[in-house]
């Protein structure tokens, strides 16, 4: 199987290099900057579950085409930032052939709209992750904690061939996955999970574990994970029980370092995904009637955190 991988940040940097670590045949489409930065130092991941230095193979947007005509991908593997979707759409575009599916690994659901105007419903399947990583000013992936697993799915349900041939991959590779014949509702689990983690400690700007060390922390965390869930049971995808009390216990874990990413890109003063993730899913509790107090206050601390860091973005 021959796989592309959009951005060599880190997610993407995490399960391409994990990929290309184990000699699976994947490409890097990334920016000149950090096309050079890989040609000169390859690609470091540092993990618990192993660190790993790793000479990949890029290409930039400009030379994509002429390597697509040599030989067309079969997976183009989607790690952008939301903010960044449009032109990551444009920079795939030429890998997008026939027989070529491409795989979102993003947070949130708001970019298959635009994913699918572009290259066409059949052509995305449905993904996650759940890891926590980040790219270290000098270009290492970071893996933080043990948890670094990509689920994925036909969207209309069902397993197809491309799904087995890519869990397939994974598994001779040794990347946690899980082909899923309901994705929408792994990405409903995912999603009400995250909207809550990001929107929480976002606005208390704190790890899970501060925010249930406090008075009214953890039932706070939880009347804004019920929130979430609410949306996603308004979405038609309710979250089962069993799932619902695993995030829940996350949610609440008075040990727990964990931090969305979203927290530690607005620590680091970088842009944030606030509208995809935290605006997306209020404006869907709004649409449905739902009230949800909390989910509005993370989302009005977001954007005035995006109006303050640049007012052109927010
Ligand atoms: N980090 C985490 O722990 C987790 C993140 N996610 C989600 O995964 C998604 C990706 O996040 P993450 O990996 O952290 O983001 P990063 O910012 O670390 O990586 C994204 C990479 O995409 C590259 N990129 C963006 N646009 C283009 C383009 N047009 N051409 C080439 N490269 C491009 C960026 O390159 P450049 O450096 O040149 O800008 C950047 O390196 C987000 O939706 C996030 O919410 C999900 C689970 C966990
Ligand atoms: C919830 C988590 C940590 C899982 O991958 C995540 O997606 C994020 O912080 O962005």
């Known amino acids: 199987m021959r796989v592309l991988v959009l951005g060599a940040g880190a997610t993407g940097g995490y399960f391409g290099g994990r990929l290309a670590q184990s000699g699976a045949d994947v490409t890097f489409l990334v920016r000149p900057a ?9 690609l470091r991941i540092r993990s618990p579950l192993g660190d790993a230095d790793v000479a990949v193979r890029t290409v930039t947007a400009d030379a994509l085409a002429a ?7 079969d ?9 960044d979707l449009a032109s990551a759409i444009a920079a795939v575009a030429p890998a997008m052939g026939e027989g070529t599916t491409l795989l979102p690994i993003l947070n949130g659901l708001l970019h298959y709209d635009a994913l699918d105007a572009r290259f066409g419903r059949a052509n995305v399947l449905g993904g996650l992750c759940f890891i926590s990583a980040t790219l270290a000013a000098d270009g290492t992936v970071v893996h933080l904690g043990r948890p670094a697993s990509i689920t994925f799915g036909e969207r209309d349900g069902g397993a197809g061939a491309r799904v087995a041939d890519f869990a397939a991959l994974c598994a001779r590779v040794g990347i946690d996955h899980r082909a899923s014949d309901d994705i929408a509702q792994a990405q409903w ?3 009400s999970f995250l909207a809550a983690l990001a929107a929480g400690t976002c606005l208390m700007r704190a790890s899970v574990g501060d925010i249930a060390g406090t008075e009214g922390g953890a ?3 939880a009347a804004l994970h019920d929130e979430c869930l609410a949306v996603a049971a308004a979405a038609g995808h309710p979250v089962p029980a069993q799932a619902r009390d695993t ?3 996350g949610l609440l874990d008075a040990a727990s370092d964990v931090k969305a990413s979203m927290l530690r890109d607005l620590e680091a003063g970088h842009r944030v ?19 949800a107090p909390l989910l509005q206050a993370g989302w009005v601390h977001l954007q005035c955190y995006a109006a303050s860091r640049d007012p052109q973005q927010a």
């Open 34 to 42: 950090r096309a050079q930065a890989l040609a000169r130092d390859g």
């Open 67 to 73: 390597m697509v005509g040599q030989t067309p991908f």
């Open 75 to 83: 997976l183009v593997l989607l790690s952008c930032k939301a903010y």
């Open 189 to 191: 689990i995912k999603f």
């Open 219 to 221: 039932a706070c965390m």
């Open 247 to 249: 995030a829940r216990a």
């Open 273 to 291: 995904e606030a509208a995809h993730i935290v605006g997306d899913l209020w404006h869907r509790a709004r649409d449905a009637g739902l009230a």
